[in-house]
Nanobody, 113 residues
């Protein structure tokens, strides 16, 4: 079974940047659509961004223009570049294969005001 491992979270001031990484095990990474989701304290998990196998991208309205999803199939890794961070971006960020039940363990992002 494919496993996903996120990294790159941390504490940053409002207006700052972070880059999250999600690395997958296995040899068929290029065949997957990959997505990022987040869960704020006391809230449900929500969609953030998706990178389709075709190369197309999709973003939640709340992050458009600030976040960029990219992937490196040679490294089995999907990235989430987060700029102009806001306190409301705080949460645990998870990567996911497509719409499957395969999730990473999450990485904490905290944005201070």
């Amino acid at each position: 079974q494919v496993q996903l491992v996120e990294s790159g979270g941390g504490l940053v001031q409002a207006g700052g940047s972070l880059r999250l990484s999600c690395t997958a095990s296995g040899r068929t990474f290029g065949a997957y659509d990959m997505g990022w989701y987040r869960q704020a304290p006391g809230k449900e998990r929500e969609f953030v961004a998706r990178k389709w196998r075709s190369g197309n991208t999709e973003y939640a309205d709340s992050v458009k223009g600030r976040f960029t999803i990219s992937r490196d199939n040679g490294k089995n890794t999907v990235y989430l570049q987060m700029n102009s961070l806001k306190p409301e971006d705080t949460g645990i960020y998870y990567c996911r294969i497509g719409l499957s039940s395969v999730w990473g363990q999450g990485t904490q992002v905290t944005v201070s005001s």
